[in-house]
């Protein structure tokens, strides 16, 4: 009796775990994974993708100055299987939020310690293990839904609309 007890949990929670995955597939913005194997550290970035819609994207749907979840829904989180050298700073393998201030001439690219949060309503800016500026770049052509890409040299690039924000990551020493 309890075998069968024990079978019938196990499955109603594959169910349901299988139902949330079915709903965040449904999403107006749904989940997105971009990864590379730099060096022999693996890079993982997971977000969601909202899409222009043929809004204004830049300093006003998303505003100038203000920290950004960079994406929708949960906050976009990058990982790392082995160390990693992010401009300049040794972090520990494992995950990170990955927000962004965005300027028009210059983004702050930030890397905080509290992966799982959604969005950036509980942002706390004193968990933050990197911050970096980088310059945005006009892409030329325009990106429907925010898309990331990571490739081997370990660039990790952000386009969406006609802009692009790249920057590095490296296996640590």
């Not at 959604?118 to 980088?134: F, I, L, Q």
Request: no cysteine; hydrophobic share 40%; aromatic share 8%.
């Amino acid at each position: 009796m309890r075998a069968l007890i024990l079978a019938a949990l196990v499955a109603a929670f594959a169910i349901n775990t299988g139902n949330a995955q079915d709903e965040q597939s449904k999403r107006k913005s749904p989940p997105a994974t971009a990864k590379a194997v730099v060096g022999d550290m693996n890079v993982v970035v997971e977000y969601s993708q909202p899409s222009v819609k043929g809004r204004t994207i830049w300093g006003d749907l998303v505003p100038y100055g203000k920290v950004w979840r960079t994406g929708a829904n949960e906050a976009t989180i990058i990982s790392f299987s082995k160390e990693a050298m992010v401009n300049g700073k040794k972090l520990k393998p494992g995950n990170y939020s990955l927000f962004t201030i965005p300027g028009e001439n210059e983004w702050t690219v930030i890397l905080n310690s509290v992966a799982e949060q959604w969005g950036a309503y509980k942002y706390d800016e004193s968990k933050d293990v990197v911050r970096m500026k980088v310059k945005p770049e006009n892409a030329g052509e325009a990106m429907e839904m925010l898309t990331f890409m990571v490739d081997k040299s370990g660039m990790v690039t952000m386009h969406w609309d006609k802009l692009k924000v790249s920057f590095k990551v490296e296996q640590a020493k």
